[in-house]
């Protein structure tokens, strides 16, 4: 099992940037890929970017490609979510999850550990 905490949330102006991370319990890290999912007010979470066991493969929605990149540091057993050019669209409480199964994916049903979330909000 393991545990995720999220944190580098905060209010932002249009344009800017902000860097989430999220620090990950236990020693076996590198077993899971890890994913990035938001949810805004209303609406369903959606998947925003993935990232391999090894970090060697990474997935993004089509709405943050080119401004946000996802990275890890298995050595630390923490996942970063580098979010640039930031939009009033992209406010959202942002969760980080692990996935045990074989392949890296987009959807939130398959992935079995989540966090806490944390709150990004972007004012235009």
């Known amino acids: 099992q393991v545990q995720l905490v999220e944190s580098g949330g905060g209010l932002v102006q249009a344009g800017g940037s902000l860097r989430l991370s999220c620090a990950a319990s236990?020693?076996?890290?590198?077993?899971?890929?890890m994913g990035w999912f938001r949810q805004a007010p209303g609406k369903e979470r959606e998947f925003v970017a993935g990232?391999?066991?090894?970090?060697?493969?990474?997935y993004y929605a089509d709405s943050v490609k080119g401004r946000f990149t996802i990275s890890r540091d298995n050595a630390k057993n923490t996942v970063y979510l580098q979010m640039n050019s930031l939009k009033p669209e992209d406010t959202a409480v942002y969760y980080c999850?692990?996935?045990?199964?074989?392949?890296?994916?987009?959807?939130?049903?398959?992935?079995?550990?989540w966090g806490q979330g944390t709150q990004v909000t972007v004012s235009s």
């Open positions: 999850a692990a996935r045990v199964g074989v392949v890296l994916t987009a959807t939130p049903g398959s992935y079995d550990y």
């Open positions: 236990g020693r076996t890290f590198n077993n899971y890929h």
């Open positions: 990232i391999s066991r090894s970090g060697g493969s990474t």
